[in-house]
């Protein structure tokens, strides 16, 4: 059983940076390929941000590339973003999500592929 818990969001400027973390209290967690998913209130859940299992390979939504960077530490089984560049449309409620993949080739945004997932963390981005 896998349970996630992030941290590290917050209220920014447009510009900021934050650093959002997501830590997995299950074991193997070299294993498990990871992502984080957004949701703003009007909104659906939409994929952001992908790692492998050893981190060899990330993906990144169009809207988030070249200014947020996934990663991953699996001594300390955790997963980060780095979110620079803020931008008020960055605002929503950032979850982390695992899927048993110790062989995966690619990251996948597919939501329905990932089993597990945290409660989220806010990140407001103010104009």
């Known amino acids: 059983q896998v349970q996630l818990s992030e941290s590290g969001g917050g209220l920014v400027q447009t510009g900021g940076s934050l650093r959002l973390s997501c830590t997995s209290s299950?074991?193997?967690?070299?294993?498990?390929?990871m992502a984080w998913f957004r949701q703003a209130p009007e909104n659906g859940r939409e994929f952001v941000a992908g790692?492998?299992?050893?981190?060899?390979?990330?993906n990144y939504a169009d809207s988030v590339k070249g200014r947020f960077t996934i990663s991953r530490d699996n001594a300390k089984n955790t997963v980060y973003l780095q979110m620079n560049s803020l931008k008020p449309e960055d605002t929503a409620v950032y979850l982390c999500?695992?899927?048993?993949?110790?062989?995966?080739?690619?990251?996948?945004?597919?939501?329905?592929?990932?089993?597990?997932w945290g409660q989220g963390t806010q990140v407001t981005v103010s104009s």
């Open positions: 999500a695992a899927r048993f993949a110790p062989n995966s080739a690619r990251p996948s945004g597919n939501l329905s592929l990932y089993a597990y």
């Open positions: 790692i492998t299992w050893n981190g060899g390979l990330t």
């Open positions: 299950g074991d193997s967690f070299s294993s498990y390929a």
